[in-house]
């Protein structure tokens, strides 16, 4: 099986959402953020193991997906759409249960004429002017909003692992200004958010990356392992060059692995030359460009010829290869490939 294995660990994830959860107070929910199939991990064990951890509210950025984690969940716990009520989502809000974040005056008429008794909540912009609505907007449509009830009102910071930027005590103010005097509950923290400290917390809290111990969850356990099978190994003398363009030519005779792998995988291109893949504890650098299905790597100080190699584990985070390729954990976690074979372990209670 030329397939690699992608390993999420579990309980590690329902350990961060734990610990994440211990850093607010008692009065504080802690909802788990799993759009984008769970940043790559597969939406319903996570979903299921956080369920089981004590998670009871969960955000996705999609009704499509707000549908999924709610095969995957069963009735129960409230799962809350972040792109709001789209055109032509009632039907999927509805029968799925979804409670969309309203963004806009037109996401409001929206969901008052075609579900006017379904629960909603509304999203304000205090500065990312992204998603949700402005000031004004929202001082003209509070009142029939208030009226109508919203679960939640949310905002989202702009610069929140930054604990020293001027930014988030900026929105914070904002924050505190539009909402404050509502009696609606309100959510404001994202992982990078709880780390500021308890007056960004408010009713609920919103972690995403923080489940996978990825920054700015420092304290967090790592929960992946991608394990690539080696294809094929060679002998190579000095002078031969490794791929594409010849970006690397051999400066001693040396053993070259060829892994099962590339950028259609999400391991980015620009790895060419720069990641490391690990053979236990032994580091194997990335010789020649990072291609379509393959990675070449040199293994030529190893005593024996591994039948596979780490891209991903305890000495390689996706943030130490977010610093290699020139992005972030987010970027290559949520690129992790549909291809490989996604193993649970863990998650029994
Ligand atoms: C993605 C997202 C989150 C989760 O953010 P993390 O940084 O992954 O914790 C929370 N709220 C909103 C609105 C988001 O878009």
């Known amino acids: 099986m030329a397939c690699a294995t992608l390993t999420i660990d579990l309980d590690a994830i329902a350990a961060n959402w734990r610990a994440l959860d211990r850093m607010s107070g008692e009065a504080t929910q802690t909802a788990a953020v799993l759009k984008a199939d769970a940043y790559g991990t597969g939406l319903a064990p996570v979903a299921i193991a956080l369920a089981r951890a004590g998670a009871r509210r969960f955000f996705v950025a999609l009704a499509e997906e707000g549908a999924d984690l709610r095969a995957a969940l069963g009735p129960g716990p409230q799962i809350s759409v972040l792109s709001g009520h789209m055109a032509g989502d009632a039907a999927l809000i509805a029968a799925a249960d979804l409670t969309p974040m309203l963004n806009s005056i037109d996401q409001v008429t929206r969901q008052f004429e075609s579900l006017p008794d379904r629960p909603f909540g509304v999203q304000l912009d205090t500065g990312m002017?992204?998603?949700?609505?402005?000031?004004?907007?929202?001082?003209?449509?509070?009142?029939?909003?208030?009226?109508?009830?919203?679960?939640?009102?949310?905002?989202?910071?702009?610069?929140?692992?930054?604990?020293?930027?001027?930014?988030?005590?900026?929105?914070?103010?904002?924050f505190l200004a539009l909402t404050e005097g509502?009696?609606?509950?309100?959510?404001?923290?994202?992982?990078?958010?709880?780390?500021?400290?308890?007056?960004?917390?408010?009713?609920?809290?919103?972690?995403?990356?923080?489940?996978?111990?990825?920054?700015?969850?420092?304290?967090?356990?790592?929960?992946?392992?991608?394990?690539?099978?080696?294809?094929?190994?060679?002998?190579?003398?000095?002078?031969?060059?490794?791929?594409?363009?010849?970006?690397?030519?051999?400066?001693?005779?040396?053993?070259?692995?060829?892994?099962s792998a590339?950028?259609?995988?999400?391991?980015?291109?620009t790895l060419s030359n720069a990641a490391l893949l690990w053979h236990g504890d032994r580091p194997c650098p990335v010789v020649g460009r990072v291609s379509m299905d393959l990675i070449t790597v040199d293994i030529g100080h190893l005593d024996d010829s591994p039948d596979h190699l780490d891209m991903l584990g305890p000495h390689q985070t996706a943030d130490d290869l977010?610093?290699?390729?020139?992005?972030?954990?987010?970027?290559?976690?949520?690129?992790?490939?549909?291809?490989?074979?996604?193993?649970?372990?863990?998650?029994?209670?």
Not at 208 to 229: H, K, M, N, W
Not at 232 to 254: D, F, N
Not at 262 to 269: E, I, K, N, V
């Open 129 to 174: 002017s992204r998603l949700g609505m402005a000031a004004a907007e929202w001082e003209a449509a509070a009142p029939i909003l208030l009226a109508g009830g919203p679960e939640l009102i949310l905002s989202h910071l702009a610069c929140a692992d930054e604990p020293d930027n001027p930014m988030n005590a900026a929105q914070l103010a904002e």
């Open 182 to 259: 509502t009696g609606v509950p309100r959510s404001f923290a994202a992982t990078g958010g709880i780390l500021l400290g308890p007056e960004y917390h408010f009713d609920l809290t919103r972690p995403g990356i923080g489940l996978y111990g990825a920054r700015p969850f420092a304290d967090g356990q790592a929960a992946l392992t991608l394990s690539l099978p080696v294809v094929q190994t060679r002998e190579i003398a000095a002078g031969t060059s490794v791929g594409y363009g010849r970006t690397w030519i051999a400066a001693t005779p040396t053993r070259i692995a060829t892994v």
């Open 262 to 269: 590339g950028y259609a995988d999400g391991l980015l291109r």
């Open 322 to 349: 977010a610093d290699a390729a020139g992005t972030i954990g987010y970027e290559i976690m949520t690129a992790l490939s549909a291809r490989y074979a996604r193993r649970h372990v863990g998650g029994g209670a």
